[in-house]
Structures are given as structure tokens and as C-alpha cells.
Nanobody
Framework: QVQLVESGGGLVRAGGSLRLSCAAS????????MGWFRQTPGKQREFVGG????????YYADSVKGRFTISRDNAKNTVYLQMNSLKVEDTAVYYC????????????WGQGTQVTVSS
């Protein structure tokens, strides 16, 4: 049974930093591209960024490029989202997700963790 468990969310002031973690189990982690998404009430889920399964290259949405960094530790089956220079508009529930190798859609999702950025 695949499980993705996010942690590290919380309340932070604008300009601050948070690091989210997503621990995966029940899958061959190194064979999965991992992604981060976020969602606010009444809006569609938004892609934040991802990191590939084979060469570990991260890629980002324009809205977070230069502020957020995604990394992975295959030995710990964990993917991270380092968020710096946070803005009020980054407030959302953040989800991690997994897709197998070159499959285009994400098939596993975590339960989400709340990030709130205050002004």
C-alpha cells in the first residue's frame, strides 16, 4: 500500500522560510518522479514543481522559481520542498504526489499539509 505523508507545514511570516518533507512508503521510490502541488479553497490544484526519477533534476512553476527548491533523498524515500522568501499568496495546502517513471499523470497523493504565510 503506497503512502505519502507530508510534514513541515505551519504558520510563517512573509519573507520567511519553511521546509516541507514527504515520506514515501510502499513503492520503489527511486523509480518515481515526485511532485509538489498546492491548493487554496475555491481554486484548482496548482503545480509547484517536481523532481525526476532518473537524474533527480528539479523543475518549477514560474510562480516559485528562484524561491523554492525541491530535492530528494532516495535512501530515505523522502522528497523535500524548501520554501524561501515566502509570500502571502503562497498560503495553501501543499500536497506531494508520485508518478511512475515516464508516466505522465500522478497516481499517488499525500493528504496535504497547510502552509499559512502572514503579512
Amino acid at each position: 500500500q503506497v503512502q505519502l505523508v507530508e510534514s513541515g507545514g505551519g504558520l510563517v511570516r512573509a519573507g520567511g522560510s519553511l521546509r516541507l518533507s514527504c515520506a514515501a512508503s510502499g513503492l520503489t521510490f527511486s523509480a518515481y518522479t515526485m511532485g509538489w502541488f498546492r491548493q487554496t479553497p475555491g481554486k484548482q490544484r496548482e503545480f509547484v514543481g517536481g523532481i525526476t526519477w532518473n537524474d533527480g533534476n528539479p523543475y518549477y512553476a514560474d510562480s516559485v522559481k528562484g524561491r523554492f527548491t525541491i530535492s530528494r533523498d532516495n535512501a530515505k524515500n523522502t522528497v523535500y520542498l524548501q520554501m524561501n522568501s515566502l509570500k502571502v499568496e503562497d498560503t495553501a495546502v501543499y500536497y506531494c504526489a508520485a508518478r511512475f517513471a515516464r508516466v505522465t499523470s500522478y497516481n499517488y497523493w499525500g493528504q496535504g499539509t497547510q502552509v499559512t504565510v502572514s503579512s
